[in-house]
């Protein structure tokens, strides 16, 4: 199956970009970050926004009954964005994160514009680690279909350095792949294997991964973004199709540094002595699910989440 590539390059524009070294308030805030996805794959942002700041709490909500957001077109996907984040203010969290690279093309800058907290999406922090990266100016793109189509990369990076040149291709079936090895992961042999990336490798999925990747890998690129939240538990599948002079750019690890910077400079980081507390919630009857298979991708226990109704939100 032969796949397509976008091509990008565009002439040298700058973006200034810098963090500043006054926090501005010594003041303590100890309100929950507000997270939410299509799904799990999210719950790879989280699981950075805790580790990188183990005081915080969070409150996450992953649309699992609406999952995938990939195939929905811009228009449905922002009102998802408004309804979702709307409900997280109502429960006062101090700062907003859609943990969505699709959710994050359609209704960012409407969510930045609609509510009074910072809202954080997931293609810039990305773009810019890979436009600061890269070393040879040629950067690949793999993401959802929708994301792809929004172009939201290209134009990121553009903003950065427009003269990198930026390969794209939608590579939906990873996440099938995650959602599918990670389910078959609780035996004791493929537990074992699938301890470095959390999610067991079938020989299907190795050729899926070869046939997505290898016209990526001919481009000659030297960043790989990993464009979807999903995909950080694939790195151990595509590093090895794309190669070690390769660097993988995880947007989770990216939004979790943009999160502490962001409450640092406005003076809301949780106290020192915070006990933080973690609650979730989906849009799925599959509660059970979403906590066993959430626990997986959290990388910690995740206890008693919480059906929420769509009409309710």
């Not at 291709?169 to 959602?179: G, H, L, M, N, S």
């Not at 190795?206 to 690129?221: H, K, S, T």
């Not at 660097?247 to 943009?258: F, G, I, N």
């Not at 989906?282 to 109704?309: K, L, M, Q, Y």
Request: aromatic share 8%; glycine share 8%.
């Amino acid at each position: 199956m032969q796949n397509s590539i976008e091509h990008t390059n565009h002439a040298q524009h700058a973006d200034a970009f810098q963090i500043g070294t006054d926090i501005g308030s010594s003041a303590f805030d100890n309100a929950p970050i507000g997270i939410f996805d299509s799904g799990f794959g999210g719950l790879t942002v989280a699981r950075e926004i805790v580790e990188e700041l183990p005081n915080e709490s969070i409150i996450y909500f992953g649309d699992t009954a609406r999952c995938p957001y990939g195939p929905r077109s811009q228009e449905e996907v922002d009102g998802f964005v408004q309804q979702i984040c709307t409900w997280l203010v109502e429960r006062g969290v101090k700062l907003l994160v859609i943990a969505c690279n699709t959710a994050t093309a359609a209704g960012l800058e409407h969510a930045q514009r609609t509510f009074s907290v910072p809202v954080i999406g997931a293609v810039e922090p990305g773009a810019r680690a890979a436009a600061r990266a890269t070393k040879n100016r040629r950067v690949g793109v793999i993401a959802t279909k929708g994301t792809v189509e929004s172009d939201c990369y290209p134009r990121a990076i553009r903003h950065i350095d427009a003269g990198i040149t930026v390969f794209s291709t939608a590579t939906p079936k990873f996440v099938d792949i995650v959602e599918q090895g990670i389910r078959i992961s609780n035996g004791p042999i493929e537990d074992l294997t699938s301890r470095a990336s959390k999610v067991y490798i079938r020989p299907a999925f190795q050729e899926i991964a070869q046939d997505y990747l290898e016209p990526l890998r001919r481009c000659g690129v030297d960043t790989l973004v990993l464009g979807c939240t999903h995909y950080p538990m694939l790195k151990a599948l595509i590093g090895g199709v794309m190669g070690h002079g390769v660097l993988l750019v995880s947007s989770a690890e990216e939004m979790a540094k943009d999160v502490r910077e962001t409450l640092a400079l406005r003076g809301q980081l949780a106290a020192p002595d915070n006990t933080p507390t973690h609650e979730f919630f989906t849009s799925s009857n599959a509660v059970d699910d979403f906590r066993s298979f959430g626990s997986r991708v959290f990388n910690r226990e995740i206890e008693r989440p919480v059906h929420v109704d769509l009409p309710e939100l």
